[in-house]
């Protein structure tokens, strides 16, 4: 059977970027012919357009309001084995760890367990931004201010990004707390074990 492998580059991406979904489909197709599985194939094909800034995967990824990037990507097979991330943040290729998490348990890692994840298996902090996506998010910006945007999008323009930061530091401090009660309970059962200790030696001593 002939191998073949299929690439877009995703909504949005203009014709003219056909060179790098092209490149990507090369790539993948080299790991087929080479008697590569086609997960390996699948990987190799999209980490091409996550290295490729015009397309909004990995590097070059699109910036929320607030000016953070978070990624998504999945991996699946006709067998049903499947292995994803959701709102990923700091890796490079979003993709080799969806391939990691398909080799456990686990379907679906999202937010800061699936940067945690990344991290426990080597995927090392990278920031995926780029000037061009710095630019469109200033623009986007930039389009709610003057209103001219499309009547879908027009929900957006009431949202207020300082209180987007607000909230992620209000976290912070939540599970800041969270961890001091935690020591404190901690300390109180250490301080109970260590006195039940003395009271029993003091028993042995006596009798």
């Not at 969806?98 to 080597?122: C, I, S």
Request: glycine share 6%; hydrophobic share 40%.
């Amino acid at each position: 059977m002939q191998p073949l492998i299929v690439t877009h580059g995703g909504a949005g991406s203009p014709i003219k970027y056909r060179d790098g979904t092209e490149k990507a489909a090369k790539k993948g197709y080299s790991v087929l012919r080479k008697k590569g599985n086609a997960v390996d194939a699948v990987i190799e094909a999209v980490v091409v357009l996550e290295n490729d800034p015009r397309f909004n995967a990995g590097t070059g990824s699109k910036m929320r309001l607030d000016g953070s990037i978070e990624m998504d990507a999945a991996v699946m097979t006709s067998d049903l084995s499947c292995g994803s991330v959701a709102a990923i943040k700091n890796v490079k290729n979003p993709v080799k760890v969806a391939g990691k998490v398909m080799q456990t348990p686990h379907v679906l890692l999202a937010g800061e367990e699936a940067t945690n994840f990344a991290r426990k298996n080597n995927f090392r902090f990278y920031n995926p931004a780029t000037k061009e996506a710095l630019r469109k998010l200033e623009n986007a910006k930039n389009k709610l201010k003057n209103g001219k945007i499309p009547e879908w999008a027009k929900k957006w323009k009431n949202l207020n990004t300082k209180n987007l930061l607000n909230r992620e530091v209000w976290n912070l401090l939540v599970l800041l707390e969270l961890l001091l009660e935690i020591k404190m309970v901690l300390l109180q059962q250490y301080q109970q074990v260590e006195h039940h200790s003395c009271s029993q030696e003091g028993l042995v001593i006596q009798h």
